[in-house]
């Protein structure tokens, strides 16, 4: 029985983006599924087309498949409704590119947007490795076309956030685009420091440990195991034994 990362609330009424419904990823974002808990695209496609209107669309996941990613962005882009992008605590990876089909993208104040490079796993000789990286970097260019077409920075500019595995706080992902809204907002910014530094050279420095969000994210990822009992086996001549010493 698989457990769906998503489920759907029918609004009585409009709410304030005037959605019709309401759309929750939680969870990997997966092609198939592995320990049971995951749902492929064409699930996403059935339940996405199963009503009629604007929809808003909470997101909170870690990513996963980058290619199960592109064809639930290629949903919603051609949604024929207003889809509003809602950031609930992280949209990271490939669910960061799911994010850039909004209509409007809204994040929490609390939430994280995070970019980086595509990653996978190869095995072979030198030929084998050169293919890998060649498709990575198209791969690279894919992702970086979403990107683009949300925020309007120059392809260079998205390049340097990726290498640099950029997490964005709600302020920084509205200031490159990635964002239009931050929610709960009375539309007057904080006045202050800002919670990122820019460099001459462009590179964005985030406020947050790298390690520790980067942690975090794993230990969602990574299946947790059961821990394993250990046992020995001991002869009866040494129970005995054993035994006999406690007694004196």
Not at 28 to 53: A, C, H, M, R
Not at 115 to 142: C, F, R, W, Y
Not at 156 to 162: A, E, Q, R
Request: glycine share 6%.
């Amino acid at each position: 029985m698989t457990r769906k990362f998503w489920r759907w609330a029918r609004n009585e009424a409009p709410d304030s983006f005037g959605s019709d419904r309401t759309l929750y990823l939680d969870g990997e974002i997966s092609d198939e599924t592995w320990y049971g808990d995951e749902v492929t695209p064409q699930v996403f496609k059935d339940e996405l087309n199963s009503g009629k209107g604007n929809i808003t669309l909470w997101i909170n996941s870690p990513g996963g498949d980058v290619f199960a990613a592109a064809q639930i962005y290629n949903m919603l882009m051609d949604y024929p409704y207003d889809v509003t992008v809602k950031i609930d605590a992280l949209a990271a990876s490939a669910a960061s590119v799911i994010a850039m089909a909004g209509t409007k993208v809204c994040m929490s104040p609390v939430a994280m947007l995070m970019v980086h490079n595509p990653a996978t796993i190869a095995i072979g000789d030198s030929e084998e490795m050169q293919k890998a990286i060649d498709m990575l970097s198209e791969v690279k260019e894919s992702i970086m076309n979403a990107y683009e077409i949300k925020s309007g920075l120059s392809r260079n500019k998205i390049s340097k956030l990726m290498d640099a595995e950029t997490w964005m706080n709600a302020k920084e992902a509205k200031k490159l685009g990635f964002a239009d809204e931050i929610l709960f907002a009375d539309g007057t910014e904080p006045s202050g420091d800002n919670d990122s530094t820019e460099h001459d050279d462009g590179e964005i420095e985030m406020l947050f440990s790298r390690k520790a969000v980067t942690d975090s994210l794993l230990s969602k990822l990574i299946p947790k195991r059961k821990p394993e009992i250990k046992t020995q086996t001991i002869k009866v001549a040494d129970l005995e034994k054993r035994l006999s010493l406690l007694s004196h």
